[in-house]
């Protein structure tokens, strides 16, 4: 975790941290690791030859299974959604061994459904399913961990405590682990990286029943802009700036975003003086790699 420097911030006395996830490895880094860490260990314990998962075809999650699989020894299928496309996660999750099928896009709305992996798990028998993003309880359980790792590094900071944990939102799953372990008195931010029309709001609240968690302190804050994986010329702007300034690297698809909503609180008056706040980088940085320029231009969630 490190001080991010950043003009805005700094203007209007609100001091501000990162966790510096997308650094903890070259190919598990964000808040991917403690997603998939559960099901990895499932997969072991119940001799799964392999793990099977469904994502697009820019997918942090595919791609961070995949590396998993690789390393420590399972077999992974990726279910794709959409038809074949050209991408270096592709290439990648290719290269990482894993078996892709494409599913266009009626068969990929279906995934939430039950009788969805049927058929997959009669063709791959004894696999593991992960659901999207690393989700359900076994996601969201190693997510808490990373409670406890800031509270670990607050005193580097010369910090007794923090505010508000700003993070960007996909499926909630992150979310989820973090309000699992989270104190009383701080609240979390979570910044929707996704439209709310895909029902995360509603996701969150499930997975916090189905853990028994009474307590809620979060917030989730609009921050899709376009759309899901849509961004203009104005947050690539936005985004280099906050490189340039911070030293760290972000991308456009949930950190900018999570950035930018942040920007507007604290522009709105939102977060008093004084104010101190720890954001989640969420690694990722794989998944934008534009090798063109039209690449990134109608990316489809
Ligand atoms: C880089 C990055 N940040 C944030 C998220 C959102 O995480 P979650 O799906 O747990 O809400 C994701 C999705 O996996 C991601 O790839």
């Known amino acids: ?21 997308e650094l903890l ?12 860490k559960g099901h990895l260990r499932v997969a072991e314990a119940s001799g799964s030859p392999g793990l099977i998962s469904v994502g697009g075809a820019h997918s942090n999650h595919l791609h961070a299974l ?3 699989g690789q390393r420590f020894g399972f077999a992974t299928v990726g279910l794709l ?43 791959y028998s004894g696999y593991h399913p992960v659901p ?42 992150t979310l989820v682990g973090l309000q699992l372990a989270m104190p009383a008195g701080r609240e979390l931010v979570g910044a929707l990286a996704v439209p709310a029309r895909y029902g995360v709001g509603e996701q969150i609240e499930a997975l916090l029943q189905t853990a028994r968690v009474e307590r809620r302190q979060y917030r989730l804050l609009e921050a899709c802009g376009a759309g899901f994986g849509r961004f203009d010329q104005a947050l690539l702007d936005f985004m280099q700036d906050c490189e340039v300034q911070s ?32 954001l989640l980088h969420g690694g990722g940085l794989q998944g934008y790699r534009p090798v063109g320029p039209d690449e990134f231009s109608s990316v489809r969630s």
Request: aromatic fraction near 10%.
């Open 1 to 21: 975790m490190q001080p991010l420097h950043l003009s805005w911030l700094e203007a209007a006395g609100v001091e501000a941290a990162i966790l510096r996830l």
């Open 25 to 36: 490895d070259p190919l598990l880094s964000g808040n991917k690791w403690f997603k998939l």
């Open 66 to 68: 995949a590396a998993a």
């Open 81 to 123: 959604r959409g038809e074949l496309q050209d991408t270096v996660t592709v290439a990648d999750l290719q290269a990482m061994g894993m078996q892709l099928h494409w599913l266009g896009y009626g068969e990929y709305r279906q995934r939430h459904q039950a009788s969805f992996w049927l058929p997959w798990l009669q063709r």
């Open 132 to 173: 999207e993003g690393g989700g359900g309880l076994l996601g969201t359980e190693g997510c808490a961990a990373i409670v406890d790792m800031i509270d670990s590094q607050l005193a580097d900071l010369g910090w007794s405590d923090y505010q508000q944990l700003w993070l960007a939102v996909g499926s909630g799953t």
């Open 247 to 278: 030293c760290v690297q972000f991308e456009p698809i949930y950190s900018s975003k999570m950035l930018l909503a942040l920007q507007q609180q604290v522009a709105g008056g939102y977060l008093a003086a004084g104010s101190r706040v720890v």
